[in-house]
């Protein structure tokens, strides 16, 4: 069990993230919703490259060859933050906008096109 | 300069471009920074081009930073494999940008010189998309596509439609990234790859749940862009909104690198794990095609906002393009990618066609347009045409592309597929005759009205015009006359046929990209007749006028032929499945997720 | 769907979505067990390679260079889009007249103390050099452009909220900022275009890669950290500026 905890909270976070989505009933939560939903490839990607024993991948201050995590997830990691703040930035940008020419962050209420 | 130096500029060059116009843009003034826009594409396009006739059948591999791959095949850097296929693509997406950037030199007075920067990003990244051989490089090319269209589906930003559409875009496709991620993750833990070519030589021929797993979320991910049906709620509220030339590039090119992106994972990674169960995926693949083909063929014929009309008829048509991947054949994935261009050249074109009709007459529902557009006949003319390439009749390229699928339904035994695809051509082809028989002949009764129809957009220029300036309707005339011209290629079929083997070739593209073994190219073979191709599609092209007319003169004619008044007014739970609503969408993915999940484990597991 | 029935129908979704997940998790690698190759052999060809201690930066900004590329693009193409969305457009231009008068009565509003503006002037700067130093030395150590580029940008933040608005328009508001941002973007893909120059392909490390650990090792990756580090800050100044902007307007008209 210990041994997929990452995996396990993983989708644990994702599934969580996916029912905030869906039951929101404010745009500035739901985005807020789909950044946790976001959280859960974190912990994915950084499980997936841990090494038991594996320090940072830094060698400034240790030996070449000490036994070190795999730097790649970390930057896939960074890549994908920036993949978030981005869009949380515009998504958010659309909240503000639709708050000032609908007067509303109801989803509900903003649903003009339908059918 | 040899071809292969060339793949990094049609990425490099517009982006550096975009980032000049978004520095100097107001200092340089509009029509500079147009100007300069439309040359960076129109470059682009001639150097997709000569990337196109360079690997023609000949698939080549760009290492970037010259990181080569080491012993034991560890691919440490990043790659371009650029074959027949994603050229072509990328050729395409050329093309629709250069058309989408001369439509809008009279539109948009107002986007501070951010339009044009957007617009060459969004081409840049759809060119890197069809051109990459690198899982992970993929996602940020899709994130790079994504974002430059979110913003720019969200560029009228004085309605609450358009926050609506570009807002359940963003969030549907972001939440489509996700799954992406996670199943990048999922394989990289397996293989610690991240090149196709590493990652399928990884794998091999062996599959467990984890890989199942991870093709399910990355074709997920990948569906929710191609608008597949549960996934594709989003496509028809973003289109509506869009500004006609941003339509031109989500419909004619973006949806279907989705589609794309789907057959290169499954042919570069996952096809050795799940040979033993081809027939499997492939019925699943297909059913959700025919789902996808005929709720998008009632959505469309129901819809009356000419944008949303034809945001449905795309939706149909990714249903007859994912039965092309689906099939698992490379006679149809040659079919594919042939119908992949003609539709979205035909489909670019139409979109700017419903952009002057926006321009000229204020309006776009078809309700409020009955007979406004009597004068109009050019413009009713590349409708009409547009509407027949719609329904794959000849002499349009969409015949070739959907005879060649048809054909290898047929080898597998799917001979109903067929049938399905000629639904979807004769409704989507027959919306479109009946929108242009009302708008622009006064045909008929009144169109009944619909919600969506009833939102007024904001016409995209300033004052109301006379006549159809050339930098709207030259466009959108080379366009669809451009799915004719495509037909006219000689040895087109057995071209892209052979293309499409080099394609699915897992061991030929491994040793290409790895080893830099150049593969044979495959012998061209006689294509089969297309008669009863021609039938079929004179037969829905026929089907498709008198649906038209028969919705057009409900009230004259009696009898069963009422049934297309209620076709018109569409299906009241299917209407009302597309709320509007984000938490739906979402909800409905996580459904579609799940019974696709469930399919693949009941079916698919060893 | 009513909120009730949506809800039903996601939490049956879901518990298949689980189920699903729960599957496939059985044949993962267990936590720890990491199988590579991609780690183990950059872990040992890096330092020798490229001159660089932080094996992270290295993948980053070189052997990946590609992907930074279009990620720092995508941060760019969002940047545009909320300047975008943001625009004053027509129907609003009498609103932005007002504006700036509304703005400078918001500034007379807020009471600072001295206590506060002169931390928050020490913190600017503690901030800024924090920032650089951050961003020079990506190739050594944690952290890099985007890091430092991040605390730099929140340094005219700081300045807004030690009550000194006008300082922080002028800030904001130079062209500096929008070179920094562009400037930044299209360097990258110039540095990368260098390299063609040199009959190299796209991206390839072509200076000389100096004495590991030395602040100019490691090629073209202290380069291009700079030039993103450059790109974060503008973006991040131009995104903080714009909402900015747009809450004070939202504030004056509910006034």
Known sequence: MLNYLTYIVAAWIFLWGLYGIVTSKNLVHQVVCAAVLQTSTYVLLLGIGFKVGGTAPIFADIPVGTSVVDPLVQALMLTDIVVEATVMALLLSMVVKSNEVAGTVDPEELRVLTG | MTATTMFPLPIAIPLAVAAFIALSGKLLGRRFSDALAIATAAANLWMTISILRATWLQPQTYWFGNWWPRAHDVALGICFTVDSVGASLAVLASLLTTAGLLFSWEIFEDTENHFQPLMLIFMAAMCGFSYTGDLFNLFVFFELMSVAAFALCGLKTLEPAPLQGAYNFGLVNTVGAFMIVMGIGLLYARTGALNFAQVGRSLGSSSDALVLLAFLLISVGYMVKAAIVPFHFWLADAHAVSPSPVCVLFSGVMVELGIYAVARVYWTMFQGGLAAHTRELRAILLVMAAITAIVGALMCYAEHHLKRLLAFSTIAHAGLMLAGVGLLAPKALGGFSLYVLSHGVVKGGLFLCAGIVLHRLRKIGEDHLHGEGKGMWWTAGLFLLGAWGLAGAPPFGTLLGESMISDSAKEFHQAWLPYIFMFAEIVTAGAVFRATFRIFFGWGELAPTDRSSQIEEKPETDEEEENVPAVMFVPAAVLILLGIALSAVPNLRSTAEAGAQLFTNQFTYAQAVLQNVEPAAPALTAPEPLTSSIVRSCIALALALLLALGSLFHKRIGGWLKFTHSLELGNPILRKAHSGHPGDYVAWLSFGTALLGGMFVWFLRR | ?255
């Open chain 3, 1 to 255: 769907m009513s909120s009730r029935a949506r809800t039903i129908f996601f939490l049956i979704s879901a518990a298949g979505l689980a189920a699903v997940f729960a599957w496939g998790f059985r044949d993962a690698p267990p936590l720890g067990d990491y199988r590579g190759p991609y780690g183990d052999v950059v872990t040992q060809v890096a330092g020798y390679e490229r001159h660089a201690t932080d094996v992270v930066n290295a993948i980053n900004y070189d052997y990946r260079g590609f992907d930074t590329l279009g990620e720092e693009f995508i941060f760019f193409a969002s940047v545009l889009g909320v300047l975008l969305l943001f625009r004053p457009q027509k129907e609003k231009e009498n609103e932005a007249k007002n504006d700036s008068k509304e703005q400078e009565h918001l500034e007379e509003e807020l009471p600072v103390s001295d206590t506060l503006r002169v931390s928050m002037q020490l913190m600017v700067v503690i901030m800024i050099v924090f920032g650089v130093y951050i961003a020079a030395h990506g190739q050594l150590t944690p952290g890099g452009g985007f890091q430092g580029g991040v605390i730099l940008a929140s340094a005219p933040l700081v300045v807004y909220l030690s009550g000194n608005a006008e300082t922080f328009e002028r800030i904001v508001s130079s062209p500096l900022i929008k070179l920094a941002e562009s400037g930044g973007a299209a360097g990258y893909a110039i540095v990368g275009a260098a390299a063609l120059f040199f009959g190299a392909h796209f991206l390839t490390n072509i200076i000389p890669l100096g004495m590991t650990g030395d602040l100019f090792s490691s090629g073209t990756i202290a380069v291009i950290s700079a030039l993103v580090g450059l790109e974060v800050t503008g973006g991040f100044v131009l995104l903080m500026k714009t909402y900015l902007q747009e809450i004070i307007v939202a504030h004056g008209e509910k006034k």
